[in-house]
Each structure stands twice: as structure tokens, then as C-alpha cells.
């Protein structure tokens, strides 16, 4: 296999960078704010998946009194 040109590679990522379709600034904003809200759900989900999993444990275990 022959070594690619280090000139031509660089065109080559070049034409490459130009035929990628980029997001708007309004496109990244809605989705980072959709990712905040979702981490912020997931982080009520297992708080509250953790407390329930902690009191079903503690009754088991005899700790729940």
C-alpha cells in the first residue's frame, strides 16, 4: 500500500471538513438544554430508586424499625 502524500491528506480532510452539514446555534442550544433536563430526571429517578431500594433492604435486614 503506498504512503499517502501529507499535502494531499490534508486537502483530502479538508474536503472531507466542507461536506459536513454543522448544527445551528439554535439546533446545540435545544439539545444541550434537552440533555440538562435529562440528567436532571435521571438524577430524580435514582435518588428516589435509591431511597425505596434503601427502606426495602432495611426491612429485610431488621434495620427498618
Excluded: C, H, Y
Aim: a positive charge; aromatic letters at 10%.
Amino acid at each position: 500500500m503506498a504512503k499517502p502524500n501529507p499535502f494531499e491528506f490534508l486537502q483530502d480532510v479538508q474536503n472531507e471538513g466542507k461536506k459536513v452539514t454543522w448544527p445551528t446555534r439554535k439546533e446545540t442550544m435545544i439539545t444541550t438544554a434537552m440533555v440538562f433536563v435529562l440528567v436532571v430526571l435521571a438524577s430524580i429517578f435514582f435518588v428516589l430508586a435509591d431511597l425505596v431500594l434503601r427502606w426495602g433492604v432495611g426491612l429485610v435486614l431488621g434495620l427498618g424499625r
